[in-house]
């Protein structure tokens, strides 16, 4: 570091970088300083009612100086969604979409970014039925849009430093050729796979709208002082829902504070998307490269696992970020698996091993975890298969310890998210205890699918129906090459291990590639046992197996590459290496460019245009709840009560109340009954039931007259938890320091 900060000093291009910033920071500190403008919109009361045209001008001939605005309509409604209130500029310099009305609010707000200044524009509804009212309308300046630009101004700033660092560094020698090699062909291959995030805009995913509510979630939650988020306070129009519970949401922290910075909502997922595509591409050179000891295996093989057609498809047109978030993870597993079952590194010390095998395998299986719980399922499904069909070389080897520690470390690392989820799990009846009835055999493929070279995404209709997910033709025909060999008796036992770990790829993939089909009995299998129908139900889709398909298979690969390679067989080597080139660019790059310009993408500025309600399946709420009838604001009281005060907060209420009843009675408040919540009086507790559609309902005392304070309170075990993962990570990154230190004085005295 000390380093870095001396070529800053000398460099005078780095100086120039960093004068520029300074520049940026000086001029965004002005404005956080300067009060931000109010305006008023002078507009007379606007009635909307049975109106002929959908679309109605609020407000015309507006403008507004270059920055970030709030704006603000205050109205009455007497339904949900009964008008949409936007921003129609004919210039295109402002960025925002609007929001939604709803029956239980009073006002509603979103932000608008002007890069334009002076830009005319007009204030419109696009009116759905029901009568509007709209009798004011303000805008607030924010700074919004100066803290973008000085966290972006700080990144590329820091990027550019960061790379003359690098390039100086290659410059004197001290990185070598090969290492300059995989630098810019690992961050290529990220590049390549992130070429749709490279946009204003964000293609529509079955699933994009699901997790974009998850960020909002987040970034409501930190807005909120609540951390960490484990009831998502905006969700279902203010109720709350328990996604985070179930879903862990620790990746989607960095968008959601990207959020609060001020970036919108497409750059904020985008931004994120690209990230995982950088650290997948990273992850999965290391890994493939550690199995194979050979950096250019690693590469070809990155390549591939980043580029799948698979993983395109689910992260890019059907959204599935938890499933690509996993897929960072899936190789380092795939790595600790190795070590504990192939790994013959006899140079390290006993203390050394043990890290080597515990560490890849505990954290890649503690990320997959916090990324995406059905594809933890079937890790752990993998990972039980494979050390089965090698308990006697686990047991030769000693490292039955190394699986169990692993197994700790994992744990450790996600107590924070794991003891939540199993405590709502088991003491709650939420709604995803009862998808086992799902089947999931219809949903799988035709065997001819897995042997497509071009794959075309036409919109969700179930696998079969819409696109092919199948693995491609061309990583089939590795496959069928391997099982050639092996049946010809060329993959030959070696002392690395590797051929025995290809043939068990080889067999893992096999036994994947039939589980992904709709001639595997899944029906009949779920139907043999009332424990086995829940775990299969919830996969919901057999492609979710190829994640794995994919990281198996890639291994097949590196042995064929390494095959070729010991044995000089040039024209395979490079029939090899063209066939990985075709099946990237007919098959990766085909399916990014076809399909991105064959679906829609729109621009999402604001949350408030997405609205609130979209809880597929219903899964993390009481079981019986419905949605619909939860609304904004809506208290119901008992006999006797009269409320005098009340105010709803994020994942609380407070109720200033009195019960003339002369017995006890009750207050519903229009936050779903989960298990957390506290409702007190001053320092005493009032009971907590479940009210109408499983709202909370506060049982009010006989005569009682004050305040009442409902919050969310977590659990002390849950606290328990979060204990244990701090200490762990904190633990890691200690333990990653240290070795960090001692590699570089090593270093320094071999220099010396």
Not at 13 to 24: A, P, Q
Not at 139 to 144: G, H, N, P
Not at 218 to 224: D, L, N, P, R, V
Not at 261 to 271: H, K, L, M, P, W
Request: with cysteine; charged share 15%.
């Amino acid at each position: 570091m000390t380093d870095f900060f001396k070529h800053i000093r000398n460099s005078i291009f780095c100086k120039i970088v960093s004068l520029v910033f300074l520049f940026i920071f000086i001029f965004c500190l002005i404005h956080f300083i300067i009060p931000n403008k109010n305006i008023d919109v002078d507009i007379d009361d606007v009635v909307i009612s049975n109106a002929d045209s959908q679309d109605y001008i609020i407000k015309d001939n507006l403008k507004l100086p270059f920055g970030s605005w709030r704006f603000y309509f205050d109205y009455t409604s007497d339904i949900d969604y009964g008008c949409y209130l936007t921003l129609i500029d004919e210039d295109g310099g402002l960025v925002s979409n609007g929001a939604i009305t709803y029956l239980g609010l009073d006002t509603v707000s979103f932000d608008c970014f002007n890069y334009f200044p002076n830009n005319k524009f007009s204030v419109m509804g696009e009116y759905s039925g029901g009568y509007i009212h709209i009798s004011d309308i303000s805008i607030a300046e924010t700074d919004l849009i100066w803290s973008k630009i000085l966290c972006s101004s700080l990144f590329f700033c820091l990027l550019i430093l960061g790379l003359s660092y690098f390039r100086r560094l290659c410059t004197e020698g001290c990185i070598s050729d090969n290492y300059k090699k995989v630098f810019i062909a690992v961050n290529v291959i990220s590049l390549l796979a992130s070429i749709p995030f490279f946009s204003a805009k964000i293609t529509t995913g079955a699933d994009l709208g699901f997790h974009l509510l998850r960020v909002e979630g987040i970034s409501e939650s930190i807005k909120a002082g609540i951390f960490p988020t484990r009831v998502e306070p905006q969700w279902i129009q203010d109720y709350g829902y328990a996604d985070a519970i179930f879903y862990c949401p620790l990746f989607l922290y960095f968008p959601g504070i990207l959020r609060l910075i001020g970036y919108n909502v497409s750059e904020a997922i985008s931004i994120f998307n690209v990230t995982v595509n950088i650290i997948t591409a990273w992850i999965s050179y290391y890994s493939y490269k550690e199995i194979f000891k050979d950096y250019k295996t690693g590469v070809v093989l990155c390549g591939v696992y980043t580029l799948s057609i698979y993983r395109l498809n689910t992260f890019y047109y059907i959204g599935m970020t938890g499933v690509a978030s996993a897929m960072m993870f899936l190789p380092l597993v795939l790595l600790g698996l190795w070590r504990i079952v192939f790994d013959n590194n006899d140079g390290d010390s006993p203390f050394k091993k043990e890290i080597r095998r515990i560490l890849p395998l505990g954290i890649g299986f503690s990320g997959v975890i916090q990324s995406h719980v059905l594809s933890s399922e079937i890790t752990l499904f993998v990972c039980i298969v494979v050390c089965l069909l090698h308990i006697v070389s686990i047991i030769k080897r000693k490292a039955l310890g190394s699986i169990i520690f692993a197994a700790m470390l994992a744990f450790s690392i996600c107590a924070w998210f794991i003891i939540p989820f199993a405590d709502y799990y088991l003491t709650q009846d939420m709604g995803i205890k009862h998808a086992g009835a799902r089947q999931i055999q219809s949903q799988g493929f035709y065997v001819a699918q897995h042997f497509i070279l071009f794959s075309k995404y036409e919109g969700w209709n179930g696998p079969q129906a819409s696109h092919s997910l199948g693995i491609g033709l061309i990583p089939v025909a590795f496959l069928t090459a391997f099982i050639i060999l092996w049946i010809g008796r060329k993959v030959k036992k070696d002392f690395t291990g590797l051929a025995a770990f290809a043939k068990s790829s080889c067999i893992a993939a096999l036994v994947l590639f039939v589980l992904t089909l709709n001639i595997f009995p899944w029906d009949k299998i779920q139907a043999t046992s009332k424990i086995i129908m829940p775990l299969i139900g919830s996969i919901e889709y057999p492609h979710r197996f190829q994640a794995w398909l994919y990281t198996f298979t890639c291994v097949v690969i590196g042995y064929l590459i390494k095959y070729v390679k010991d044995n000089n067989y040039r024209f395979a080597k490079y029939l090899i290496i063209t066939s990985v080139f075709i099946y990237i660019v007919t098959g990766s790059i085909f399916l990014i460019n076809t399909n991105y310009t064959g679906t829609s993408q729109i621009l999402l500025a604001n949350p408030e245009a997405m609205g609130n309600g979209y809880t597929p399946g219903n899964q993390y709420m009481k079981y019986g709840t419905d949605p619909d009838l939860n609304k904004y604001n809506r208290f119901e009281v008992g006999d006797g009560i009269l409320i005098k005060e009340k105010e709803k907060g994020a994942l609380s209420a407070e109720i200033l109340c009195e019960n003339n009843s002369g017995k006890d009675s009750w207050i519903e408040v229009p936050l779903n009954a989960y298990k957390g919540y506290k409702a007190y009086s001053g320092n005493e507790e009032l009971e907590i039931v479940e009210g109408y559609n499983n709202v909370i309902r506060v049982i009010v005392p006989s005569d009682f007259s004050g305040r009442i304070t409902i919050k969310f309170c977590s659990p002390w075990y849950w606290r328990v938890g979060e204990i244990i993962s701090a200490i762990t990570i904190i633990g890691l990154l200690v333990y990653a320091f240290v070795r960090l230190r001692n590699k570089r004085k090593l270093l320094n005295a071999e220099i010396q």
